[in-house]
């Protein structure tokens, strides 16, 4: 059932909580995309400290996205068990030991573990913000609140490529010493201690989720948080009845809590629906852009100074863009949203690849490395299409995978099939960057781009077919039913 939006001095008032938990959550968004940033600007400082191979610099940056998977998968299932408030608080002090002893690291190998242990904070935070966002929110405002935590993640991404770039002008290099006998790239790494601790003092003063609440019998704790979020125009009580009897279904039916089912693998079709979004997130290949843009724009005729304020500026435009849906989500519908950035990122991702094929290799007489050089109207095809892809995904798929992940599945199974979703997102984030550079060098950038816009146009048909819509809807009312066109 759907209950009227809120109106009125009182409404407001129990909005503004909302928002203000909200934000505090989407606060673990921040952690998660500045930890996963902030190796970028460290990464050749790292490699000459510990003289690296280059394939052993690619597994200590793409390790953390293992320790994301593994941190996404047992969020779930320990927030069930613990609560959501204690998990972020976990989460934070994984965040905040992952830094400190990252700018201490004395080995390869102990860097590697460190950024492990940051990931599965990385894995906790993508998983716990989305599901205790979507369990305080009225339904009215539920996807843009939910679309908070992607905004937290690119200001965290922008956060982390700023300090990078103003410690590394601050010492005159990521190798050179800044304070205190460290060199700088110790301190992008410790400067990432500041957001934890301040994640888990938020943490510390956040109320528990009602669906928590209700489930250990604290439900006189759960109608406060409740009274707090919802407002006068909407029945407290007739919402804890409704948990009530979702949590009571749940435990006459306890065999069916599982998110075991008849599907592939024996998992729930709805299970696979939510993993399929995740994998098409990232299939599409956004996050080559972020970690390879210098090349790209160094191909179109940059050079390195310029390519790095390109990139920043395309960071910008991806935060600017999720205000995009932020403003959309609730007015226009997840599906539709959905479907126009699949169509505008296959678009833009093709004619990406059509530019790369009339590129020219040009070689470097001092080194004799070979780069590509676009030149003309398809350098401006290229540039322009990299931009637009950066739109359509900040504007759509970005912050809505994670809205529909959050809200999607019934409540039996929401945080455990959250989890697994967000495991599956980081695995496919893992694949894409591992595999890039290797097909970069074998194929050129043609290639990869026209296999990425190939996904983008795959996942509208998914979308199209299996993807159905939850705007306006309480979560108590989400289904295991996948939607089929007919």
């Given at each position: 059932m759907t209950s009227a939006a809120p109106t009125g001095a009182g409404a407001r008032s129990a909005h503004r909580k909302a928002i203000s938990l909200s934000i505090a959550?989407?606060?673990?968004?921040?952690?998660?995309?500045?930890?996963?940033?902030?190796?970028?600007?460290a990464v050749s400082a790292i490699e000459g400290e510990f003289e690296l191979e280059a394939t052993v610099t690619g597994l200590v940056v793409a390790v953390a996205l293992l320790g994301c998977a593994l941190g996404a998968w047992g969020a779930g299932r320990l927030a069930d068990r613990i609560g959501r408030v204690k998990v972020m608080l976990l989460g934070s002090a994984l965040f905040l030991f992952s830094a400190v002893m990252s700018a201490l690291a004395w080995t390869a190998l102990d860097l590697s573990l460190w950024r492990f242990l940051g990931g599965i904070g990385i894995g906790i935070a993508s998983v716990i913000a989305p599901a205790y966002i979507a369990e305080i929110s009225p339904a009215s405002i539920r996807g843009s609140l939910a679309s908070l935590q992607q905004l937290a993640i690119t200001v965290g991404i922008f956060g982390a490529l700023l300090s990078d770039q103003l410690l590394a002008n601050a010492s005159g290099g990521a190798a050179n010493e800044l304070w205190l006998g460290w060199e700088a790239w110790r301190w992008m790494f410790f400067v990432e201690a500041v957001p934890a601790v301040v994640y888990g003092l938020l943490a510390l003063r956040m109320p528990e989720s009602p669906?928590?609440?209700?489930?250990?019998?604290?439900?006189?704790?759960?109608?406060?948080?409740?009274?707090?979020?919802?407002?006068?125009?909407?029945?407290?009580?007739?919402r804890i009845a409704e948990i009530e009897k979702s949590i009571a279904v749940d435990e006459e039916s306890a065999h069916l809590g599982s998110l075991k089912g008849s599907g592939f693998l024996g998992l729930k079709s709805i299970v696979w629906v939510g993993i399929l979004l995740a994998i098409f997130q990232q299939f599409v290949g956004i996050n080559i852009i972020f970690y390879y843009s210098t090349t790209l724009?160094?191909?179109?005729?940059?050079?390195?100074?310029?390519?790095f304020l390109v990139s920043t500026i395309t960071a910008v435009t991806n935060i600017a863009v999720t205000f995009i849906a932020i403003a959309l989500i609730d007015k226009v519908g997840r599906r539709p949203m959905l479907l126009i950035g699949s169509a505008g990122m296959a678009v833009s991702l093709l004619l990406m690849a059509a530019a790369f094929t009339q590129g020219n290799a040009v070689v470097d007489q001092a080194t004799g490395e070979s780069s590509l050089s676009l030149e003309g109207a398809w350098a401006t095809i290229a540039l322009i299409a990299a931009n637009a892809f950066v739109v359509f995904f900040g504007a759509t798929w970005g912050p809505l995978m994670w809205v529909m992940l959050g809200e999607m599945f019934p409540n039996r199974i929401r945080a455990a099939a959250l989890g697994v979703g967000a495991a599956a997102n980081w695995l496919a984030n893992f694949t894409i960057t591992l595999t890039f550079p290797p097909m970069l060098s074998t194929f050129g950038p043609a290639v990869p781009y026209g296999m990425y816009g190939f996904f983008a146009a795959l996942s509208f048909v998914f979308v199209w077919f299996k993807v159905s819509e939850t705007k306006g809807k309480q979560l108590?009312?989400?289904?295991?039913?996948v939607r089929r066109r007919t």
């Open positions: 959550a989407a606060v673990g968004g921040f952690l998660f995309g500045f930890d996963s940033s902030v190796i970028n600007g669906r928590y609440l209700v489930a250990r019998g604290a439900t006189d704790e759960a109608r406060r948080v409740l009274s707090s979020v919802l407002g006068p125009q909407e029945d407290v009580d007739e724009w160094q191909a179109v005729g940059f050079d390195e100074s310029q390519a108590e009312d989400m289904t295991e039913q």
